[in-house]
């Protein structure tokens, strides 16, 4: 899809999308593999794989502290550090039609992340927690860009407003948003040589 040039010619696309996203696009695709190798390197640890919000609900103990619960472990697995942070951050924001604050609820979840990594028993590189974030968000979610294809198609807009719930100039704004972001998390280990 980046090379489809009869998507980003689309007012709609053309209106929204930054010149220089596609291109952007390109040199990530271009340099996906390095992303794989670096998140390779990253620590494993034990993960939910579909920690969306959906899959996590606050209840109270009978202290009266507040616990998440996870549910649909159906994924479970072994995967890099900060894949399930990755994965509750970005696809809270961006699939489900929320327009928070990216950096803000990172900044929120990352360190409730590494405490509770902590609490376990692990004494590892903070470091590694956030490289482990960054990179597995970018890998999993940064080629994602289904919603363009609907661009030159009134009827799959359509059917993606009905999906989503939410107008389809919303949903590509989002998109884009996300897109920059995670090009904004994985650029770094490009330029480090990480």
Known sequence: MIDD????????????VDGDLR????????????????????????CHLDSFRGNLFSTTKPSGDAETVAVDWSYVGI????????QLVIASIF?????????????????????GLRESGWRGSASDVHTGYALAGAVRFLFVLGVLRAAPSAGYRARAERWVGTPYETQLALN???????????????RNGT
Do not use: M, N, Q
């Open 5 to 16: 040039d009869a998507v980003w010619s689309e007012p709609i696309v053309r209106a929204e």
């Open 23 to 46: 291109g952007r696009l390109r040199g990530a695709w271009a340099r996906r593999s390095e992303l794989l190798e670096a998140l390779d390197r990253v620590p494993l640890t034990l």
């Open 79 to 86: 995967g890099p550090l900060g894949t399930d942070l990755s």
């Open 95 to 115: 699939y489900h039609g929320d327009d928070h604050d990216v950096r803000r609820l990172e900044s929120a979840c990352l360190p409730s992340y590494l405490a």
């Open 176 to 190: 884009v948003k996300r897109t920059e972001h995670l090009l904004g998390l994985a650029e770094p280990f490009w």
